[in-house]
Nanobody
């Protein structure tokens, strides 16, 4: 069972990036999916989450209105679209999956984690 995050890179402030997280080894269509991030010297924090069907989402206040999370269950993939990026968004972004259909915001609610992808936002 693997979650593979990709799409990170260097972007200027105000720019956009679209991350993706592909799952392999099993079908995660009935799982909740989430994204977390860990900035330099900081703890891993919640960013966004989506339920199994894509009908319910929730966001951290710091990204609300700028980030949009979506999923394509046919491709076993979840995408956060990140717009209006700020230098404080610089972090390693991790995707995660929880074996339940609801939306979760706590790290300990997720059983599967990807390896992370680095997003660097320059000012």
């Amino acid at each position: 069972v693997q979650l593979q995050a990709s799409g990170g890179g260097l972007v200027q402030a105000g720019g956009s990036l679209r991350l993706s997280c592909a799952a392999s080894g099993r079908t995660f269509s009935s799982y909740a999916k989430g994204w977390f991030r860990q900035g330099p010297g900081k703890e891993r924090e919640f960013v966004a989450a989506i339920n199994w069907s894509g009908t319910s989402t929730t966001y951290a206040d710091s990204v609300k209105g700028r980030f949009t999370i979506s999923r394509d269950n046919a491709k076993n993939t979840v995408y956060p679209q990140m717009n209006s990026l700020k230098p404080e968004d610089t972090a390693v972004y991790y995707c995660a999956a929880a074996p339940a259909p609801l939306v979760f915001t706590r790290k300990d609610e997720y059983d599967y984690w990807g390896q992370g992808t680095l997003v660097t936002v320059s000012s």
